[in-house]
């Protein structure tokens, strides 16, 4: 994720030192979840991965590279398209008439056994 922090950085520091954070907060609540489950137990993380300053950021091959390097095997990512959504399909993240952006229209589902 990394490198995708630095791209926000340059666009906004605040911003990505906020994400930067995100990201340290959810890499530490995947440890902390993998310490309660046995061997053979499988997870199911549903994300949507959220654009920052025009940077899609892909949090799903995040969450599975965390379980990966910590004793689980990565099983699939599926995609699907969130249906019946209660969020318009576009707004304007910078508050500036006639430039909008898309909100999330997908989720990834992902799926790790621990070995």
Not at 51 to 68: G, H, R, S, W, Y
Not at 83 to 108: F, Q, Y
Request: hydrophobic share 40%.
């Amino acid at each position: 994720m990394q490198e995708y922090i630095q791209e926000i950085a340059k666009i906004d520091r605040k911003r990505a030192l906020e994400v930067s954070s995100f990201y340290v907060d959810l890499e530490q609540s995947i440890v902390n979840l993998i310490n309660a489950l046995n061997i053979g137990a499988k997870v199911f993380f549903v994300v949507g991965n959220r654009q920052v300053k025009k940077i899609q950021l892909p949090t799903d091959k995040f969450i599975a590279e965390v379980f990966c390097n910590n004793g689980f095997k990565h099983l699939t990512t599926i995609k699907r398209k969130i249906s019946n959504k209660a969020m318009p399909l576009k707004n304007s993240p910078t508050n500036k008439a006639g430039i909008l952006s898309s909100t999330m229209n997908e989720e990834w589902i992902v799926v790790c056994e621990k070995t």
